[in-house]
């Protein structure tokens, strides 16, 4: 493999890592607050195709990142009212928050569009573009550091670059802020929360509107920063990708990046051996190169994170006890 | 008369149909240390509850310092300078003694500024009070008399003048509790007001300078501690005369039911607990085992039981030999006639979620009598419960009801009808009256002496010393996994104390 192909792939690793990143930084907000969310895939799917439909109108990738966002959060909302106020079964209410956006977005899609779910095709308008930063074309020619800044670093779109910022800010409010340090208990003991003087209910749909917004970003890249436009299903499972990204890194910011970038590495991977004859095995079949990042997540979760340990209070709703 | 620090008049509070709290009237003067006492489910929590703000009473009013006051939530509280360390502590266990106490009280939406806040100012009540704890340790690594100590402390960082406290010798060690007096009355010394909430008659005694009884969410009476007896005070809780001491007539003892043989236990650890045990129990005998809580002997019950596998050993068990070094099955040693109390019931002995009626058969629910065919028979089961909630006087009397919503004793009473009512000829008892109020512990402690006198054999483990005194014919004394000493039932409990406190008893006299 060549230095070209090989910037080659951590650039598309970093594309590739950024939807799980936004996804997997959501789920942290929401679960460790203490509200677990398999919903995370519904969400994604339900921005993208608001983010694509309201590009396709309007024209304008910010419109309809706006909107991503807008149902992503609504979603979460539904989320909220279902597992906060009423108290319900959380993994009910995420799994049908899936169900919901799986359908919708389809139904929705077809009787806008026509085009049997699909967003028509955004032009550039309506995309975000790779960002050049200043010099990449300067630097492209000094040794080792120049094709690693003009190749990687610069040229993404906006949203990566976004994403990545998302890690420290979330480290930051996670553990020296006020809201922080609230998040972290509320999620582990709320009624130490609750004696307190604070309100867990508050606090809880701060954190659920967070993960929506977040959501929203996820959805939005995929829809209108990786590809140019919505196609049915498009999340493809990055929703739950993203949340074994959240628990194989124990729920901690920094690891979950280096978690989404593993994933992200291995899809990457799946994408570039199509096709490439290996000594002795020779040609791998599309499919089994294609099921690679899943089945990696699965002896990852099953050999790696022996020691997770979610939020204490996860998926159970608080009650004041008599 | 100085105003009072606090003053409740005419509290009520019902949930539902029941009335947790009827026309309370309270007096707390300043700088005192006053006792509420009553049984479990007598409404002192409630109350507590309602004067940190957790409720909101139906009726009365609540004065601080001669002022009437609102408290429509714990912030509330906070601000009238009232503190509250829960009887389950309120800490988050993954983070430190400092972020525990400035959780809500952080000043400034960055953490920065407070946290050198929460330092200085635990170094001033490490000082001022001998309230030392390491500021960065995380909770779970703490004991659990520090643990404490963070509860009091965040109460104090909050500024709180009026300090409650909700059993909180429940969980502590002797010496944790000596500590927590002597806290407590240097705070006392200091003006703080401090409210102890307890079922303990002799802590009572011990610490407070005035008591007030409750009784069925009523306050029955209030006394200074020095003009009362703990005597009228349990008369008081339960409205009849209690007896302190079980009566009971001599043991008839016969063969042994269990023989134990140079048994040696460790944790999952892998930390030697028991080391070396030989004992034997007879039919017809309660056998004590004392010591502070920790020195092996839970682990000794539960390979007893056949939860826990021994690393050496022998055990014979109504004359058949069991292997303690196997995985055995608990249910097998249920069935050879080995009967378990555990001394966790919410965590071993029921499933709370579960309706009485099932817990009451809970081990035993393969027992033909329960079963029709591959089904459970719920009519049997319910006329079982219903026999037992008849037999153990267990409150209230619905078998259908969930078992979270007994009290403690009540709990107590439904794990033991189970046991006992099986008939088996060695009864394992862990902490049998551990959270259960007065009424309840006589009850109990009736029912292990009949179980005696009608010639079981019976393994009795308490970090209770009075109650180890009152029912045991033989008392073993362990200490760091190791039986150090036997005594009747006449010995003295100072004795005792220097036995559980691994001092040799021939040395201490020499």
Redesign the interface.
Known sequence: MDSAALLDLVDSTIRLSTPLLFAALAGLYSERSGIFDISLEGKMLIAAFASASAAAVWGSAAIGLCFGILAAVAFALVHGVASITYRGNQIVSGVAINFIAAGLTIILGQSWFGRGGNTPSLFSAGRFLPVHLPGADAAASVPILGPIYSGVLSGQTALVYVAFLMVPLTWWVLF???????L??VG??P????????SVTFLRYRAVIICGVLCGFAGSYLATGQAAGFTRDMTAGKGYIALAALIFANWRPVRVMFACLLFGFLDAISIRVQGVSFPLVGQVSVQFVQALPYILTVVLLAGFVGKATPP?AGGVPYV?E? | MAEPAIELIGIDKS?GVVRANRSIDLRVERGTIHGIVGENGAGK??LM?II?G?YQADSGEIRVGGKKVEIA???A??THGIG?V?Q?F??????TVV??V?????R?????S?IAKVRAELKRLETDHGLEVDPDAIIEDLSVGRQQRVEIL?ALYRGADILILDEPTGVLTPSEADHLFAVLKQLRDEGKTIILITHKLREIMAITDTVSVMRQGEMVATRPTAETSVGELAELMVGRRVLLTVEKGQAAPGGPTLSVTNLTVKDSRGVTMVDDVSFTVRAGEIVGIAGVAGNGQSELLEALSGIRSATRGELVLCGREIDPVAENDPAEIRRIGCAHVPEDRHHMGLVLPFEENENAILGYHDDPRFNKGWLLDRDAMRRDARSKIEAYDIRPDNCRLKTVNFSGGNQQKIVLAREMERDPDLLLIGQPTRGVDVGAIEFIHKRIVAMRDAGKAVLLVSVELDEIRALSDRILVMFAGKIVGERGPGASEGELGLLMAGVDGTEAAA
Request: aromatic share 8%; hydrophobic share 40%; no cysteine.
């Open positions: 020296r802020t006020r809201f922080g340090l609230r972290r208990a582990e003991n009624a130490a929360v609750d004696t307190a003087g604070i204490r004041k008599r | 949930f929590s409630t509850s940190y957790f939530d714990p912030n509280a906070i509250m829960h389950h309120m800490l988050v266990h993954n983070l972020e525990n400035m959780l809500g009280a952080e400034s939406p960055l953490l920065g407070g965040k």
